[in-house]
């Protein structure tokens, strides 16, 4: 309860940057998936006040997602009606249940972090890419796109971006301008970094909302139109409002091709999920581990509720959770506030919510893209040598041009190649001591210790009791894998200290540049 009180103004804050990224977001995915407006919104506020409160995750952010418009749209068609579809996405959410139960989760600790680097500054690249037509106002291509190939024949991201800068508004650039001024403002200035009571995002949509209005107001044809602007569904009354809900069709059951649909909903969205939270533990400045197989029992139960009141399968989705991140988010607390702030603008301000022009989110996303994907993060992994760099460099190409799951399997391909290229043995050796309160538990390192070792490894610094002893031996060791060094850096530097366990290393080479331990233990008790 500690954790939560001390960060609550910081997550509250969060979760209002998180709503008005995930708003356009879950009503462009729902308009790429074929499925009806107001179903993107019912995953969003199942993702943050379900999920949200379900996960281990203290920082992941879900909803629907872009990975399963083509699924889903494709499916809706195949099913012949979106009843029955909701039906495939019920089941789906079974089948995570599932999974969850299976301690399936596990997979994740498999993904080297120079693949998961690729695949966060991919998603950066792509944000900036697909935001760069938006923040101009060319929006031909919904918020919800995020595919190199885009649906109309012949054209991609850069023919969108060269077609938008011939059908560019001034009114739009001067808001997205203006926005990301604000932003920058409000990461630079020291004043405004150290004002805690309103983010600067929130400040930008206001600016940009103010603006336009002027522009209107002044008859200027600078005035962003209607198709610009946020189109958050307005039902006329109450019995319209709940006419927006949708109930599976359970008569459907027997039908083969709904069970091949639900399936490979799970299995997508699992896959995408343990991806976005790897990410996001390797995001947490915080250094916690999350739970995947309470994820994916968390996404199963989200699914399943959102499948039977007529919303879209969801995943853990790395945009929000990003954006929640870098808004400040420490705690659950921000994904259940942006969830509980969607259900609250969707049924008492929509009509000012659509006042909010694209450009304004645009510039939100476009400062999240750079930060994803910033020079220093490339410079970075150059450092880190060619075993860290090429599967990086590849990730990051394939991801961009191909899609998320395909481009991550090919950097796990070509990570693979080059650990086994370059370890022919890999080993990794412990010894107990005992458990009990006093002795030490020793660790030893073997000659050689790759991102694969990186689990085992995990699981036992992550079950070491309070209070005891370690000794992290590396004096065999002449290769350990950079995954490794960070998993053992974080430990020694955060988690031990909140564990109130004493470490020693011993052992490790100059370069690993490993930080001296605060506190010696000795092998002799």
Request: proline residues 3%; contains cysteine.
């Amino acid at each position: 309860m500690k954790l939560y009180s001390s960060y609550f103004k910081s997550d509250i804050q969060a979760g209002l940057v998180v709503f008005l990224v995930a708003l356009p977001l879950c009503l462009g995915i729902a308009l790429a998936s074929g499925a009806p407006l107001f179903a993107g919104i019912i995953s969003g506020v199942i993702g943050g006040m379900v999920v949200g409160i379900l996960s281990n995750s203290q920082l992941s952010v879900s909803g629907p997602a872009a990975g399963l418009t083509a699924i889903v749209l494709v499916a809706i068609t195949s099913l012949g009606s979106y009843e029955v579809f909701l039906l495939a996405v019920v089941l789906a959410g079974l089948f995570q249940l599932l999974l969850g139960f299976a301690k399936a989760g596990t997979i994740s600790n498999y993904f080297p972090s120079n693949v998961i680097e690729g695949m966060l500054t991919a998603i950066g690249v792509i944000i900036i890419l697909k935001q760069l037509p938006h923040a101009i106002g060319y929006d031909a291509d919904n918020e919800g796109a995020f595919f190199f190939i885009e649906k109309t024949a012949g054209h991609n991201t850069f023919s969108a971006i060269i077609d938008a800068v011939n059908y560019s508004h001034p009114g739009a650039i001067i808001v997205t301008l203006v926005s990301l001024a604000i932003l920058i403002a409000f990461n630079k200035i020291t004043f405004l970094k150290n004002l805690k009571v309103i983010p600067g995002a929130l400040i930008a949509v206001v600016a940009g909302v103010v603006i336009n209005e002027a522009f209107k107001a002044g008859g200027s044809s600078l005035a962003i139109a209607e198709d610009h602007l946020v189109k958050l569904p307005m039902p006329a009354n109450f019995a319209d409002f709940i006419g927006q809900f949708s109930l599976p069709d359970f008569t459907a059951i027997t039908n083969p091709q709904v069970w091949i649909v639900a399936m490979t909903i799970a299995i997508v969205a699992s896959i995408e999920t343990l991806l976005c939270i790897e990410a996001s533990d390797k995001l947490d400045p915080l250094k916690r581990y999350s739970n995947t197989n309470r994820e994916l029992f968390a996404q199963g139960a989200g699914n399943m509720l959102s499948g039977m009141i007529g919303g879209l399968p969801m995943t853990s989705v790395i945009v929000r959770t990003s954006a929640n991140i870098n808004s400040g988010g420490r705690t659950k607390i921000a994904t259940v506030a942006h969830g509980v702030f969607l259900l609250l603008a969707v049924v008492t301000i929509p009509s000012i919510l659509n006042k909010i022009p694209l450009a304004c989110l645009a510039a939100i996303l476009l400062m999240i893209g750079y930060k994803l994907a910033s020079p220093t993060v490339f410079k970075h992994m150059w450092k880190m040598g060619k075993y860290q760099f090429v599967p990086f460099i590849i990730t990051v190409l394939a991801v961009v041009f191909l899609d998320l799951l395909k481009g991550v399997a090919i950097g796990l391909v070509v990570s693979i190649f080059y650990l086994l290229r370059s370890n022919l043995k890999l080993a990794y050796f412990f010894k107990k001591e005992s458990f009990q309160e006093g002795e030490v538990i020793v660790i030893r390192l073997a000659q050689e210790v790759s991102f694969l070792n990186k689990a085992a490894i995990k699981q036992t610094l992550n079950h070491l009791p309070e209070g005891s002893r370690v000794v992290i031996d590396a004096a065999d060791t002449f290769y350990i894998d950079h995954d490794v060094l960070q998993l053992i850096r974080d430990f020694n530097g955060i988690t031990s200290h909140e564990k109130n366990i004493a470490v020693s290393l011993r052992g490790f080479k100059e370069e690993y540049k490993m930080e001296a331990s605060l506190q010696h233990v000795s092998m002799s008790k």
